[in-house]
C-alpha cells in the first residue's frame, strides 16, 4: 500500500510539464550520444552539469538519468544496424544483432530490442520501489563506522569488478582520495595542498575534475584514432516483432531481466555483465546452439533485457546507501552534492519527491525510448554520419562556455585543460581514470566518517571490528579483495616463467 | 615463445631486462614513477599540516595516510616495472595535445578582459572566443574543410549564447561590453538575440554556399 502512496507521489512529480520535459530532453540527448560513436554518458554529463544548476534537484538528476539510460539504449541501435557497440555494454548484441539486420531483419532486432528493454525498464522500476525503503531502513543502523566500512566495501568491490589490473585500480581510486582532501578542511579550517592557490580553497571542483579527465580526455584520444566508419544502410523492414517471434523471445527477456537486475544491484559495476551472462546462458539453454551469432533473436531479446535491467538497477546503490558503483553514478552524486543533498538513506525521507520522482521519471523514460526510437530510427542511423573533425570542436567548446559559466573563472577553463592532460597520460600509462572519480566523490565523506568514528569511540581503532556490521562489511571487502588478488598473482607469476622457457 | 625479428614495435615489450635501454619505458614502470611523484609533491604540498591522533585526527592525517598508501603502490609497480617488465607505452601524440590546449588558452583569455604582467587582453565575450576556439581546434585534426568549420563555429557560439546566456541566464559575457553603446536604450538579452541571430544567419548563408558547391552534408 505504502508502496503504491510513494509511486503516486514519484508519478505527481515526473508528471509535472517541466520534469516530463527534462525527461524527454535527457532520453534523447542520451539517444543521440548512444548512437554517436566516440561521445559516452560519461563525458557527457560531465558536460551538461553546468547546465542542470539552474533547474531544481529533481528536475537535474530526472534528466541525468535519462542521458544514462537513453545512452544504452541508443548503443544497441548502432550495434544493430552498423555492428559498432554505441556503448560498451551493447557488445553482446552486435553479434546477433547485426547478423540478423544482414539477413533482412533489422526492424525485427530493433523491435525486439526495444520491447525486451522496455519490459526490463518495467520490472527494474518496481524492484527499486520494492528495495527502497528497506535498504534505507537497514541504513539506518549505520553510524560513521559502519558507514567508513560500507563506502570502502563499495570501493573495494568496484575496483574488483572492473577491468584490468586491481592494483592499479586501488592506486587510482587513492590518488582520488588525495585529490579530494585538496582545499579547507571541514574542522579545522586549515588550507590543505592548496600550494597558497586562492581558487583552490574551496577543493578541486568536480566538475572541472570530470570533464577534464572524460571530456577532454575523450577529445585527445580520440583523435589518435582515424575514422573507419562503414555506414551500412541496411533496409530496416518490419519494425513490430510476429507471434512467433514473441515466443521465441518471451523467456529470453525475462531470464535476461532477472540476471541483469541482480547483478545490476551490486555495489560494484556489475551492471556490465548483465549482456554477457545473458547471452552465455541463452546460448547454453538453446535447443540449437549453433544458430547463436548468426542472428538468433534470442542472443538479441536477452542480453538487450539484461543490459536495461542491469542500467536500472544499479541506481539502488546510489539512491538508498548514496555509494555510486560506476563513474556515471559518480557523477550523480557529484551532482547531487552540488545541490546541497548528501547522499545516503537519509534521501529517500529527507527529499522523498526526489526519491520517487526519478524511479517514476525512469518508467516514463522507458516508455519515451520507446516512442523516439522506433518511429524514428532512419533519423538516428543518419546522424553516424556525422564525423568526428566536427564533433570535437563541439565538445571543446560546450565544455569551455559550460565551465566558464559555473563560476565565471578563467582559471577553470585552464584547469579543464590540465586535468585533459592528467586523464590522456593516465590512459597511457595504463590507469583507468573511473576509479579516481569514484576515489574523489568517496574520499571526502571517507575522511569525515572516519573522524567522526574516531572521534565517538576516544580514539579507539578497534570499533571498526568490534561492530558486527563494520566488521562483515570489512570482512567481504578483504575476502574479495584477495579472492581477486590470488589468480593474478598466479598468472602473473605463470606469465613470468613462460617468459623464463 | 619465440620472437619474430620482422616485428620491432613488440620486441620492446618481448625483451628480455638487461638488454638495450628501452626496458624501463613500460606502463608499469612509468606508472608508478607518477605515483611516486605525485605522492611526493602531496608531501611537499602538505607541509606541516598536523596528521593528529587517533583521538582527534588532524587535518594531515587523511592526506598523509592516502599519500603513504599511494607511494607503496607506485614503489611496488616500479620494482615490477625493472625485474618483471610490463607493456610497452604507447605512442603519446604531440599535435592533439598541444593543438586543443591551445584552444582553451585562447579561449579563457578572450572571453574576458585578462591582465597578463602590463598587457591585457581584449575581452570579446563568447561571440569571439567560441569560432576562435572551433577554428583553432580545427588544426588538431591534418585534414579540414574550412567551410565547414565556419558553419560550426557560427552556429555553436549562436546556441551557446543562446542557451548559457538567454535560457538559462547564466552570468558570462556573451559580446564585448563595449557593444552596448551601439544599442542605446537596448537591454543586454535582446542584444544577446539580436548577436545570435545574426551568427544564425551567418551559419546559414555559408550552408548555403556550401550546398551550391555540392557535396555531401
Not at chain 1, 99 to 122: C, K, Y
Not at chain 1, 175 to 204: H, K, N, P, Q
Not at chain 1, 251 to 278: C, D, E, Q
Not at chain 2, 55 to 69: D, E, H, I, N, S
Request: glycine share 12%; proline share 6%.
Amino acid at each position: 500500500m505504502e508502496l503504491i502512496q510513494n509511486l503516486g507521489l514519484g508519478f505527481a512529480v515526473a508528471l509535472s510539464l517541466q520534469n516530463l520535459g527534462l525527461c524527454l530532453l535527457g532520453c534523447l540527448v542520451g539517444t543521440l550520444i548512444g548512437v554517436l560513436p566516440g561521445v559516452g554518458p560519461i563525458a557527457t554529463i560531465a558536460m551538461l552539469l553546468p547546465i542542470t544548476f539552474g533547474l531544481d534537484p529533481a528536475g537535474a538528476l530526472i534528466m541525468l538519468a535519462g542521458i544514462y539510460y537513453g545512452a544504452q539504449y541508443g548503443g544497441s541501435t548502432t550495434a544493430i544496424l552498423v555492428n559498432i557497440p554505441g556503448e560498451a555494454t551493447a557488445v553482446v548484441t552486435t553479434l546477433d544483432g547485426h547478423a540478423m539486420a544482414q539477413r533482412g531483419r533489422a526492424g525485427i532486432a530493433l523491435g525486439i530490442a526495444a520491447i525486451g528493454s522496455f519490459f526490463a525498464g518495467t520490472v527494474a522500476t518496481l524492484i527499486i520501489a520494492a528495495l527502497g525503503r528497506p535498504l534505507t531502513e537497514l541504513a539506518m543502523l549505520f553510524r560513521p563506522a559502519e558507514y567508513f566500512s560500507l563506502m570502502l566495501m563499495g570501493l573495494v568491490l568496484a575496483v574488483v569488478l572492473a577491468s584490468g589490473s586491481v592494483i592499479r585500480a586501488i592506486g587510482m581510486v587513492l590518488v582520488g582520495v588525495l585529490l579530494s582532501c585538496v582545499g579547507t578542511d571541514i574542522e579545522t579550517g586549515e588550507a590543505r595542498m592548496t600550494l597558497g592557490w586562492f581558487s583552490l580553497a574551496d577543493g578541486i571542483d568536480f566538475s572541472v575534475l570530470a570533464m577534464g579527465i572524460f571530456g577532454i580526455a575523450e577529445i585527445l584520444r580520440n583523435l589518435e584514432v582515424t575514422e573507419a566508419r562503414d555506414v551500412v544502410r541496411a533496409r530496416i523492414g518490419r519494425l513490430l516483432p510476429g507471434r512467433e517471434e514473441m515466443r521465441q523471445s518471451a523467456k529470453p527477456i525475462m531470464r535476461g531481466t532477472v540476471l541483469g537486475a541482480i547483478l545490476g544491484l551490486l555495489p560494484g559495476n556489475g551492471a556490465v555483465l548483465g549482456p554477457f551472462a545473458s547471452y552465455a546462458v541463452e546460448k547454453r539453454l538453446a535447443k540449437d546452439p549453433s544458430r547463436f551469432g548468426k542472428g538468433a533473436i534470442e542472443g538479441v531479446a536477452g542480453p538487450e533485457s539484461a543490459n536495461n535491467a542491469g542500467a536500472q538497477t544499479s541506481f539502488i546503490p546510489m539512491l538508498t546507501l548514496g555509494i555510486p558503483p560506476n563513474a556515471v553514478m559518480a557523477l550523480m552524486v557529484g551532482a547531487m552534492t552540488i545541490f546541497g543533498i548528501v547522499p545516503g538513506p537519509q534521501v529517500i525521507t529527507a527529499h522523498p519527491q526526489l526519491f520517487w520522482g526519478m524511479i517514476a521519471s525512469m518508467w516514463l523514460g522507458n516508455l519515451m525510448l520507446l516512442l523516439i526510437n522506433l518511429p524514428m530510427v532512419g533519423l538516428w542511423v543518419r546522424l553516424l554520419k556525422v564525423p568526428y573533425r566536427l564533433m570535437y570542436p563541439t565538445i571543446l567548446v560546450f565544455c569551455s562556455v559550460g565551465i566558464y559559466s559555473i563560476n565565471s573563472q578563467i582559471t577553470d577553463v585552464l584547469f579543464i585543460g590540465f586535468f585533459g592532460y592528467v586523464g590522456y597520460v593516465l590512459v597511457k600509462v595504463g590507469f583507468e581514470p573511473a576509479p579516481l572519480l569514484l576515489g574523489f566523490v568517496l574520499g571526502s565523506l571517507m575522511e569525515e566518517n572516519l573522524r567522526r568514528a574516531l572521534v565517538l569511540s576516544r580514539g579507539d581503532p578497534w570499533v571498526f571490528v568490534t561492530s558486527p556490521i563494520s566488521a562483515v562489511l570489512l570482512l567481504i571487502s578483504v575476502v574479495v579483495l584477495v579472492l581477486a588478488l590470488l589468480p593474478s598473482v598466479r598468472r602473473e607469476r605463470d606469465e613470468v616463467f613462460a617468459e623464463a622457457d | 615463445m619465440s620472437q619474430d625479428p620482422s616485428q620491432p614495435t613488440q620486441s620492446e615489450t618481448m625483451r628480455p631486462p638487461g638488454k638495450g635501454r628501452g626496458r624501463l619505458l613500460n606502463q608499469s614502470f612509468i606508472g608508478g614513477l607518477c605515483l611516486l611523484g605525485l605522492a611526493g609533491s602531496a608531501f611537499l604540498a602538505m607541509g606541516d599540516l598536523a596528521s593528529g591522533s587517533l583521538r582527534a585526527m588532524g587535518p594531515g592525517g587523511m592526506p598523509r595516510g592516502t599519500a603513504w598508501l599511494i607511494a607503496v603502490i607506485g614503489a611496488g609497480m616500479v620494482v615490477a616495472g625493472i625485474f618483471r617488465g610490463g607493456e610497452a607505452i604507447p605512442r603519446i601524440s604531440v599535435r592533439g595535445p598541444v593543438i586543443i590546449m591551445l584552444a582553451l588558452v585562447v579561449f579563457a583569455f578572450t572571453i574576458r578582459p585578462t591582465p597578463i604582467g602590463s598587457f591585457t587582453t581584449p575581452g570579446i565575450g563568447i561571440v569571439g572566443a567560441g569560432p576562435l576556439a572551433v577554428l583553432i581546434a580545427g588544426f588538431a585534426e591534418r585534414d579540414r574543410d574550412w567551410l565547414d568549420l565556419a558553419i560550426l563555429a557560427a552556429a555553436l557560439t549562436a546556441f551557446c549564447i543562446l542557451l548559457f546566456g538567454y535560457l538559462l541566464n547564466l552570468p558570462m559575457p556573451a559580446f564585448p561590453v563595449s557593444w552596448l553603446k551601439y544599442f542605446p536604450g537596448w537591454s543586454q538579452r535582446q542584444v544577446m538575440l539580436l548577436v545570435s541571430g545574426a551568427l544564425l544567419v551567418v551559419a546559414l548563408a555559408l550552408y548555403l554556399v556550401r550546398r551550391r558547391r555540392g557535396g555531401n552534408a
